[in-house]
């Protein structure tokens, strides 16, 4: 079982910046890393994908240049850089890892937008 732990997430000003990161209890190498978030009343959503081995990128039309995933293969962790955020970014973000037969969560971190 990979145990999944996000961080970074809080409050930030409209047009702010946050880091999020999200430690992994074993290697990831062999897992795609996706981050997503669950808005108050909506369905959770896809925001940003790391493919595993060509490490391919992929992300949603809503954060689409503002947004960056990245990973630490090293440090078993994977980052989502978060500029220029918007009072609709305001939601619980999730790491999940997955592979063909396997995917973990973590437990989720609030990040809220507001002046």
């Known amino acids: 079982q990979m145990q999944l732990e996000e961080s970074g997430g809080g409050l930030a000003q409209p047009g702010g910046s946050l880091r999020l990161s999200c430690a992994a209890s074993q290697s990831f190498a062999a897992f795609t890393m996706n981050w997503y978030r669950q808005a108050p009343g909506k369905q959770r959503e896809l925001v940003a994908t790391?493919?595993?081995?060509?490490?391919?990128?992929k992300y949603a039309d809503s954060v689409k240049g503002r947004f960056t995933i990245s990973r630490d293969i090293p440090k078993n962790t994977v980052y989502l850089q978060m500029n220029s955020l918007k009072p609709d970014d305001t939601a619980v973000y999730y790491c999940n890892a997955w592979k063909i037969f396997r995917t973990y969560w973590g437990q989720g971190t609030q990040v809220i937008i507001s002046s």
């Open positions: 790391s493919e595993s081995g060509s490490g391919d990128t």
